[in-house]
């Protein structure tokens, strides 16, 4: 940074602003013995006097590129004021070593505090875009009307639960039919056995009646035999009689007193008679005999026939007893079985919608804790802030109060010399009016300094509006976020 003396007597200076100070020359109509430079930068150093007399270096920087700097004053705003700082000659100067290095000091922390602003409002800006995506993915959707299907799935599942119903009745029939038809398999063996049993039964009878039909037969030819024996008997004694008449006719008749003699006639008759009684007797009894054995047999045959046939009737009737219960059995193990599924069925159904709505509710109180962590961070940044932000505003004040103790003192050195005077009063108007009034030999040079400053400031303040805003905007954003949860 340099000064460049005016020719013809007048004051040389330049004026420099921006990071690396870009120069621009201005004249003022006053004596030549005064020299000195205005710097702008981050950088801006304290240069000393080219020529004889005062020597006056004003520099002032920013690292955010807002920034004036002129006679001392400066109007830092916002984010990214710089501070100018003016000293005097080595020996003596209105600043003293301190507090220069206290105001670099103060730079330097506001050029990271700019820059940990603007990170955070990147930050921010990042944030709220995945919130207004996150928002898109997963918020609130307009319910849609269902409400014109509710009756087709009402019918549905009433068909549905027909169809089962009918299904198990299906179910149920079939089952029933295998049953009876296992009962009528059981009964045709039952009536098979029987059957078979009655047959055995008749063909013992009948090898009975064969027995007594052979019985009755001998009877029979012991009766022929014997009335042939009677026969021959009557025939014999006959024969006998009429021999013995015969030989009688020829005997000489020989009379004799004497007691009469057996009559022969008289005694076959008698024989005869005893012999008929006799075969008459053995007869009947004989008769009688085969009757009372006819009658016995028969008597047995049909006692045994009853006995069987109501033994016969106990089973039957037993066995349909235990047929019937075992079809109820079947029956009932059917239904319990049915009835086992369909709760099984609907235990499942339950089981598989508990499951997903407790991984459900998992699924949401994990994001709500992720959503009040994310709040509670940024609360504390914006705690975080707003520290800086009250510390800020204090060094602020400082800066400020620094710049006003260094316009006093600019003042009261003012009265040294009638062009520093008027260098100093015309560099004030120009600092009071915001750069619409600048000195006589550069009118140009001051104007766009204070222009600078007043855009420098302008933006600090948009900036600072705007902070503001999203700050705002997240506390409203995790007010709605907070409501939206507490409504789920």
């Known amino acids: 940074m340099s000064s460049v003396p005016s020719s013809g007597g007048s004051y040389g ?48 920087g920013s690292v955010g590129g807002y920034g004036s700097s002129f006679l001392g004053a400066s109007s830092g705003g916002g984010f990214g004021g710089g501070m100018g700082s003016w000293s005097g000659d ?11 290095l206290t105001m670099q000091n103060l730079n330097d922390r506001l050029a990271s505090y700019i820059s940990k602003v603007n990170s955070l409002e990147q930050a921010n800006l990042d944030l709220e875009e995945k919130i207004r995506q996150w928002y898109a993915t997963h918020g609130p959707r307009p319910t849609e009307d269902y409400s014109q299907y509710y009756q087709t799935i009402q019918d549905l599942q009433k068909k549905i639960t027909d169809a089962v119903a009918q299904n198990a009745g299906i179910v ?37 009646l064969d027995e007594l039909t052979l019985s009755r037969s001998d009877l029979e030819i012991q009766l022929e035999s014997l009335q042939e024996e009677l026969a021959a008997l009557k025939k014999n004694h006959e024969e006998e009689v009429n ?94 079985a049915t009835l086992e599924s369909s709760l099984a069925d609907t235990e499942g159904r339950y089981c598989a919608q508990l499951a997903q709505l407790q991984a459900s509710i998992g699924k949401v109180e994990a994001e709500l804790t992720k959503l009040r962590e994310e709040m509670e961070r940024q609360s504390n940044e914006y705690k975080i802030l707003l520290d800086v932000k009250e510390r800020l505003e204090q060094e602020i004040i400082t800066y400020r109060r620094l710049l006003d103790d260094g316009s006093a003192q600019i ?21 009071a009016q915001g750069g619409r009034q600048a000195s006589r030999g550069s009118p140009g040079s001051y104007g766009s300094e204070s222009s600078y400053s007043r855009e420098g400031s302008r933006e600090s303040s948009t900036r600072d509006s705007s902070s503001r805003d999203i700050s705002s905007r997240d506390g409203s954003s995790r007010d709605q976020h907070l409501t939206s949860q507490t409504r789920k």
């Open 90 to 100: 080595s020996d003596g100067g209105l600043l003293n070593t301190s507090e220069k």
């Open 411 to 431: 003042q009261d050195v003012a009265p040294h010399g009638t062009s520093s005077s008027s260098y100093y009063s015309s560099s004030s108007s120009s600092t």
């Open 243 to 336: 021999q013995l008449k015969k030989h009688l006719s020829n005997t000489v008749n020989v009379e004799m007193n004497a007691a009469p003699g057996i009559d022969l006639q008289k005694v076959l008759d008698e024989l005869r008679r005893d012999y008929e009684s006799i075969m008459e007797t053995k007869k009947k009894e004989l008769e009688t005999w085969y009757q009372t054995q006819s009658e016995e047999v028969s008597h047995q045959v049909t006692t045994t026939s009853k006995e069987h046939q109501s033994n016969q009737t106990e089973v039957i009737e037993m066995r349909r007893t235990v047929q019937t219960l075992e079809i109820d059995l079947q029956a009932q193990l059917s239904t319990k």
């Open 172 to 208: 149920l029939q079939i089952d029933n039919a295998r049953l009876a038809a296992d009962d009528f398999k059981l009964k045709y063996e039952n009536e098979l056995a029987i059957r078979q049993n009655v047959e055995g039964d008749t063909n013992g009878l009948r090898m009975v």
């Open 13 to 60: 200076g330049s004026v420099s602003g921006g990071h690396g100070g870009g120069k621009m020359s201005a004249g003022f109509g006053s004596a030549g013995r005064y020299g000195g430079s205005f710097g702008g930068g981050s950088n801006s150093g304290f240069g000393s006097s080219s020529s004889a007399g005062w020597s006056h270096s004003f520099g002032g």
